[in-house]
């Protein structure tokens, strides 16, 4: 079992380049979740999905775009990148519902320069 | 301002020596998972409290939920360096909700 996995681990992006984080899950589960970690901040949600099809908002979302097309899947799309945006981004999936226990990828460090 | 509150922020011990990190929330918690995150790591789940005065242990890591379930202690006995790293709370903090967090605490500990 692999978990969830995202790729790359590491990027580094130009100012106004666009790229899309990818993120797997290999467990079945429904919910699925984009969060950042910046320095010293904890983590900060940036969207989540329900389901195949659903996704919604979470407290950090501008600049940033969702899908959520299979089960498995749920990239994370930056437009227009800005240093802002430099920050380490962890995907994340869970079972039951939406406030509970996270399974979390190893994380995609991300610098825009 | 920050709905889950972390202290201390960071905290260096000696090996061997007890050590405690706080999470508080002005509100009912409905649900509190503590994750361990080694530099440069993702987030390694280690408990799950739920009920009001809820104790739960893992080897030498305890973690307690108060009766209000708006704060819970993680209390590591007896640290080796292998316990370094930084230590986050999450909660469901309005029920059926994504997982809020608090900054986190690093914590050295050195021999």
């Known amino acids: 079992n692999a978990g969830v996995t995202q790729t790359p681990k590491f990027r580094i992006l130009k100012i106004g380049q666009s790229m899309t984080l990818q993120c797997t899950q290999d467990m079945n589960h429904n919910y699925m979740y984009w969060y950042r970690q910046d320095p010293g901040m904890g983590l900060k949600l940036i969207y989540y999905?329900?389901?195949?099809?659903?996704?919604d908002k979470g407290e950090v979302p501008n600049g940033y775009n969702v899908s959520r097309s299979t089960t498995e899947d749920f990239p994370l799309r930056l437009e227009l990148a800005a240093p802002s945006q430099t920050s380490v981004y962890f995907c994340?999936?869970?079972?039951?519902?939406?406030?509970?226990?996270?399974?979390f990828g190893s994380g995609t460090q991300l610098s825009v320069l | 301002s920050q709905e889950l509150e972390q202290s201390p922020q960071s905290l260096i011990v000696q090996e061997g020596k007890n050590l405690t990190i706080n999470c508080t929330s002005s509100k009912t918690l409905y649900g509190l998972y503590w994750y361990k995150q080694k530099y440069g790591e993702g987030l390694i789940f280690l408990m799950m409290?739920?009920?009001?005065?809820e104790e739960k242990s893992h080897e030498k890591i305890t973690a307690k939920l108060d009766e209000k379930k708006q704060q819970s202690s993680l209390h590591i006995t007896a640290s080796q360096p292998s316990h370094a790293g930084i230590y986050l709370c999450g909660a469901d903090m309005r029920g059926n909700t994504p997982l809020v967090f608090g900054k986190g605490t690093r914590l050295s500990v050195i021999a």
């Open positions: 999905s329900v389901g195949a099809g659903i996704t």
């Open positions: 994340a999936s869970s079972y039951q519902g939406i406030g509970e226990k996270l399974f």
């Open positions: 409290l739920q009920k009001g005065g």
